[in-house]
């Protein structure tokens, strides 16, 4: 009798490790910029070591112009983690816990020994940042829907989200993103403006 209730004083002590290590895994950060208690999203520290998925050039057309003159005026640089490029190649899909970080930064066009206009990147305007999440994570929050995390950061302060809802704020944007992206591509992905990223094609 008394070896019994032992063992089943054994047997609960172990259920109850093996729930708390179940569900400390479940807290456990599918992404590296993701608090898994709030849903917050903050831009990644390291992205700058990650690697740089592709590079927009936006040359102003408007009074800007006259005022900065002829060139390039912006730049956006993406970058995402070695690995999702990694699984991206092999699976012609971005992996749960993949990061996008859209880097805007001004930039300054003039003449150099390589050609009458070069620009340069110089500081940074800000961060728009996207984390895939395949399994429908945070379905309370207003910045998770539809396959990702959304998420727009000002430069002063890259802990905390200025965009409040991805719906309004950057779904009508990223909506022509869907012609242009490949047939065969994963629902969520056709969010992504892919194109401009021929490495994932390699
Ligand atoms: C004014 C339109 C516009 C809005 C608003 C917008 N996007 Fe985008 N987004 C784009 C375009 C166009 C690109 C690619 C070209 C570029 O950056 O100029 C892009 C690219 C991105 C990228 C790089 C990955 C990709 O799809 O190519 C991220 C990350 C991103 N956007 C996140 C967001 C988030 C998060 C929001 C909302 C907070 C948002 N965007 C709102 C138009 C927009």
């Known amino acids: ?11 609960a002590v172990v259920a109850i490790l093996v729930t708390g290590a179940m569900m400390s895994e479940d807290k456990h950060p599918f992404a590296p910029n993701v608090d898994m208690t709030t849903g917050a999203i903050r831009v990644p520290d390291n992205y700058t070591e990650w690697l740089a998925l592709g590079t927009w050039t936006h040359a102003h057309t408007d009074e800007k112009l006259d005022k900065m003159g002829p060139g390039i005026h912006e730049y956006h640089v993406v970058y995402t983690q070695p690995e999702t490029l990694a ?31 070069v620009g340069h990147g110089t ?48 779904v009508p944007c990223h909506i022509p993103a869907r012609q242009l992206a490949p047939e ?19």
């Open 123 to 170: 500081t940074i305007k800000g961060w728009f940042v996207l984390v895939r999440d395949t399994e429908g994570r945070f379905k309370d929050s207003r910045l998770w829907g539809d396959g990702w995390a959304w998420s727009l950061f000002n430069a002063d302060d890259p802990t905390h989200t200025v965009s409040k809802d991805y719906k309004t704020e950057c």
């Open 87 to 117: 699984y991206y190649q092999q699976h012609r899909r971005f992996p749960d816990g993949a990061v996008l970080v859209k880097e805007l930064s001004n930039a300054k066009t003039m003449a150099m020994t390589t050609g009458p206009a």
């Open 184 to 202: 065969k591509a994963v629902d969520a992905d056709k969010w992504i403006y892919s194109f401009g990223y021929p490495v994932l094609q390699k």
């Open 1 to 11: 009798m008394r070896q019994r209730m032992i063992s089943i004083a054994l047997l």
